[in-house]
């Protein structure tokens, strides 16, 4: 294995992105970027890390900070559970470890939003210890570069690829190992054209031996897609807007929207200012309809969001606005809520 060693981390000392979390891999920095790059590309989490750092320089700095703010500053990543997860894990390094990470395997998988793969990733370039990655780059490459065809996502798969990551690990220099690897399967080994032709790993490569490299890696589509329908009410007094609190466990936890009615199928404004529901909402107060929006489409993991937007002003304040999680706020204050990407391309549409 020390060849693929020696490739990978030469090919990496020549390859490598600029990017500022390895300027100074402490394990905050290190930590704080692989969270923010799960789903994310890496040209879009860049700037949200910069802000992040220049916000919060520290983990204590982080853990200080309340909820709501962290969730403001992560607006447009989406998957807002990790922004949660983040907040929730500062607090438990600063409660439990003075505000220092552990360098322990075992203890960092046991905090908050942290895994298998972040952990090791702390582990292996923070603090030197042999713990291999895998994430989407390693698995590719790995499936790849040993043909393998069980799928990475399930069990016997996962299972598979994380004893071959650990196999292939450099345990000299396992966080150098680890980002070449994923820098490789970035950059390199990509999911769709990689130039074999030129790949330092080509005589090593058992699916470009077999013809194989477009049909690696294997993945089982288990996930039905659902369609929801959401009719949300812009309901304007003077220049307020009543806002909604999204404090259940559905998407969106503890971001802000507007009210909402959701329905089975696309319904129209009319029939929506004719229910039960609306009437409820509103306390049969006296309003008249300003605005129907078009329609949204706004794809998520496993469902598709299609939205409309009935913008309404209402004569008289409503009374039971606690009891129904509604804040009643400025509209020129509605950038100081953290709220999800689709009621932002509303805003600002």
Request: glycine letters at 4%; a negative charge.
């Amino acid at each position: 294995m020390n060849i693929i060693h020696d490739t990978l981390i030469n090919w990496f000392a020549e390859n490598q992105r600029d990017l500022p979390w390895r300027h100074n891999p402490s394990p905050y920095e290190v930590w704080l970027s692989e969270v923010i790059l799960q789903q994310t590309r890496v040209s879009q989490g860049r700037d949200y890390y910069l802000r992040f750092i220049e916000r919060w320089p520290t983990v204590t700095d982080l853990a200080q900070a309340t909820e709501e703010e962290v969730l403001k500053l992560w607006q447009g990543l989406g998957y807002y559970s990790r922004a949660r997860n983040l907040h929730q894990c500062a607090q438990q390094v600063v409660e439990q470890y003075g505000g220092q990470f552990p360098s322990d395997f075992e203890k960092l998988r046991k905090l908050k939003g942290i895994g298998d793969y972040t952990a090791a990733a702390i582990a292996s370039i923070a603090f030197g210890l042999p713990h291999a990655v895998v994430d989407g780059n390693v698995y590719r490459v790995l499936s790849r570069l040993f043909d393998i065809d069980t799928p990475i996502n399930i069990n016997e798969g996962q299972k598979r690829f994380a004893l071959l990551a650990d196999e292939l690990l450099d345990r000299e220099q396992p966080g150098l190992h680890n980002q070449a690897l994923m820098e490789f399967g970035a950059l390199h080994c990509t999911p769709q054209n990689p130039d074999c032709l030129l790949c330092p790993l080509q005589v090593h490569c058992l699916a470009f031996s077999n013809n194989t490299v477009a049909q690696r890696p294997v993945k089982v589509r288990r996930t039905e897609i659902k369609t929801r329908y959401l009719n949300y009410l812009v309901i304007l007094f003077e220049d307020k807007v009543y806002l909604h609190k999204r404090d259940d466990s559905d998407i969106w936890k503890n971001l802000y929207d507007f009210p909402c009615i959701e329905t089975k199928e696309q319904a129209s404004a009319a029939d929506i200012l004719q229910s039960d529901e609306f009437s409820q909402l509103i306390e049969g107060k006296p309003c008249f309809t300003r605005k129907v929006s078009r329609l949204y489409t706004h794809k998520l993991t496993h469902r598709t969001i299609i939205a409309q937007f009935i913008e309404i002003n209402l004569e008289e304040e409503l009374l039971q606005i606690q009891t129904k999680g509604l804040t009643l706020t400025r509209e020129s204050d509605l950038g100081n809520y953290p709220i999800p990407r689709l009621i932002d391309l509303y805003l600002n549409t």
